[in-house]
């Protein structure tokens, strides 16, 4: 997808984010804080206060691998981030835990059935009794809830999209862990951005590598953006012999791909890294993040998963962000943004890293890039008929229902289907729709055999 370095063309400076508008698709502003003469004012503005500041945060998806994670970081830097808010979903013993130790000020919960066992669990205990609401009204309350300066998005899916934009409206900064808020959103997230002037910072570590690298570097100065991937539970079986194990050994197959090399994650999101759809999702949400175009992106394989992005300018330099694999250090910068706080992380060692080797992606092995390259640059609402294609794919596959080759057949059909319905200026209501028709697209695909070719 990349043009030749010499033809690569730099990002075109913004003076201001004023002013922008619904239909600036290209986007020359994306979603985080940079491209702008006010974005490098703040940056610098931030920094120079020093770190001796209080940021009071909400959580949405307390239980769940980032929130788990978020409150790590929050129980070790007490004096710098206060709990406000928790959401979560039916992890009643986790929860109480947290509100026991963090004492928020209003939780949510999935359902009433879940808030009854919560209040149980709550009995006899002496600390100050949070607001208890549930539902998606319930999540929608602790997103816009009363003084946070900063809500973390730890929500898996779509389903985090609205609570996005309800913390958006009420002016709260997003440190975004969500992909799907840009992926399926963006066309009407980065107005709204604008608009209420909420500053959102990448929490996934290739987009927080990416953002870290660009600090201090002149909004007219990007070339280009490479993002790296750890290759999945594949990376290492040619495609040939994948596709072999596809026909033959299908209980194998899902078992591997439940399994990530080198990342602790969800079942979704380790099933996503598998497919690369992960990577071809987070390419949209560069797009989105950063206001470059698909052809300023590349994609690039890194097995050690060391080097988590980088960006290269346009003197040629590059600028990558190097860690050991570690999600709290991405999540603590997008919190604390522009400022570097003292964690007790395991340092680098170069010498015991050793070696870092890089590989092109095998579009064989890995249709969903070329499927995301061709939703982004397609645009409008055809991104989020492929997020909810890959959704609703990832599930049937967990569940056995389908392949793991079928996956990308199906979001292959459902994006075809959309062709006829395609937005390219949709609201936010248009987005939701999108969404849910793509979602039971892909069951009906799914189900009708003569649409899924043989592997």
Known sequence: PALPASSRASLPLASSRAGAGRG??????GAAPFGSKDDMKEMVDRAITGDGFKKKITLLGSTGSIGTQTLDIVDYLPDTFEVVGLAAGSNVDLLSEQIKKFSPKIVSVKDDDTLGKLKDSLKGWKGDMPE???GAEGIND???YGDADCVVTGIVGCAGLLPTVKAIEAGKDIALANKETLISGGPAILPLLRKHNVKMTPADSEHSAIFQSLQGVPPDSLRRIILTASGGAFRDVPAEELLRLCKEDP??????????????MGAKITVDSATLMNKGLEVIEAHYLFGATYDQIDVVIHPQSILHSAIETIDSSVIGQLGWPDMRLPLVYAMSWPHRLDMPYEPLDFAKMGTMTFMKPDRVKYPSLDLSFSAGRTGGTMTAALNAANEQ????FRDGKIGFMDIFKVIEATMEAHKEDLSMTPSLDDIVKVDEWAR???????????????V
């Open 24 to 29: 600036d698709v290209r986007m020359m502003l």
């Open 251 to 264: 209980e194998f197959v899902q078992k591997k791909a439940t399994t990530h090399p080198n990342w602790d």
């Open 132 to 134: 208890l609401v549930c």
């Open 440 to 454: 039971e697209k892909t069951l009906e695909v799914s189900g009708d055999k003569k649409l899924i070719l043989p």
């Open 142 to 144: 602790v997103a816009e």
């Open 393 to 396: 794919a990832n599930e049937m």
